[in-house]
């Protein structure tokens, strides 16, 4: 019988061998993934364990909050504010920052999160995730501001996401490559089922919200319609279609078979730079796709060098496979 290596081992030998994971990091990947097995549990019982609905409240950006992002937010900081690893964390639920409580040891990393990913595929039993992303807290100053957050994600130290699916599967990156990990329920542990995955180049495979067509811009409309036109059209070959509308499912399809993931900017709120958020969506989801060999960009920039001066700043994210990534930027400065 082949060896099952969990989460753990994976991580004590990146630590021994590669020296990437400072231990306070491999605790705090550690917490997070026992919080995702939390929120995985809760969202199994669904309307049975009545996690189902609307919470009758909106978050920050005006979204009304389902019970289950409420529920995922709450363990997420339950399981990382005690253990001394973190300083602050921040959550696409909450408009500030959480520091820390002063009864807990505070520790030098800045965690962030999308709790629940995909809320309007809750209710409707499709895929869902967890996204979280790991920065260091400046050293320079005592305490922790909302400024220390404001840091482009080429700074991120981990990052992931759990996708709560037929299977519940944890994607990492350390910065080494991708390893995914499913939860084996009668162990209680996640189990690496892959290492050093890779996206293809090329594909014939693309993911976008077809029904904000009439508002995008020509760069993006251009693209797509020559996939549409498929063999006959300049691409010389047939395009299909993908949209789960959780981005957690439609990146792990991307991570899994190759593709290409758009959000981009259109002209829907012109003064907003896209739907999807920069620090807990766009930038650790780059960063797994940049470290599988795909690309991230906004149109005009690597999503990883954008500086963010928000903490809820939103961005246009293209994502996936390189090539296809590359082509849509030539088409962005071609029609400028
Ligand atoms: P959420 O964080 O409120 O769930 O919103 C983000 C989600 C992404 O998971 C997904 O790609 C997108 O919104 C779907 O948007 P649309 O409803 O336009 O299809
Ligand atoms: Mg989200």
Excluded at 15 to 21: A, H, K, M, N
Aim: net charge negative; proline share 5%.
């Amino acid at each position: 019988m082949s060896k099952k290596v969990s989460l753990t081992r994976y991580l004590v030998e990146q630590q021994r061998v590669d020296g990437l994971i400072p231990g306070q990091l491999r605790l705090l990947i550690e917490v997070v993934a026992r919080a995702c097995k939390r929120i995985s549990f809760e969202i199994n019982k669904g309307a049975l364990g009545h996690v189902m609905g609307s919470a009758g409240s909106e978050n920050v950006q005006g979204e009304v909050q389902k019970k289950l992002d409420i529920i995922a937010n709450e363990v997420l900081i339950e399981a990382n504010e005690w253990g001394g690893h973190l300083a602050a964390m921040a959550s696409e639920e909450m408009e500030g920052i959480y520091v820390v409580p002063n009864r807990y040891p505070q520790g030098e990393y800045l965690l962030l999160f999308d709790p629940l990913d995909g809320s309007s595929n809750i209710d409707v039993n499709v895929s869902i995730g967890t996204i979280f992303s790991v920065l260091e807290k400046p050293q320079d100053h005592p305490g922790v501001t909302v400024d220390d957050f404001l840091q482009p994600g080429s700074k991120q130290v981990a990052a992931g996401y759990c996708i709560f699916g037929p299977q519940t599967t944890l994607v990492l990156t350390v910065g080494d490559g991708v390893a995914m990990f499913t939860l084996d329920r009668e162990q209680g542990s996640f189990i690496l089922v892959e290492e050093n995955i890779r996206i293809p180049e090329d594909t014939q495979e693309f993911s976008i919200n077809m029904s904000n067509m009439r508002h995008w811009d020509p760069a993006i409309r251009r693209y797509i319609d020559e996939c549409l036109e498929g063999a006959d059209g300049p691409r010389g070959k047939n395009f299909n279609m993908r949209w789960i509308a959780s981005m957690v499912a439609d990146i792990h399809r991307i991570l899994c078979r190759g593709g290409i993931f758009m959000y981009p900017w259109d002209k829907r709120e012109p003064q907003k730079p896209g739907k999807l958020r920069l620090m807990y969506e766009a930038n650790p989801m780059g960063w797994l796709i940049e470290q599988a060999g795909g690309a991230a960009s906004t149109g005009h920039q690597r999503i990883l060098e954008v500086q963010p001066s928000q903490l809820h700043q939103r961005v246009s994210v293209i994502m996936g496979a390189k090539n296809e990534v590359e082509r849509i930027d030539r088409y962005y400065q071609e029609l400028e």
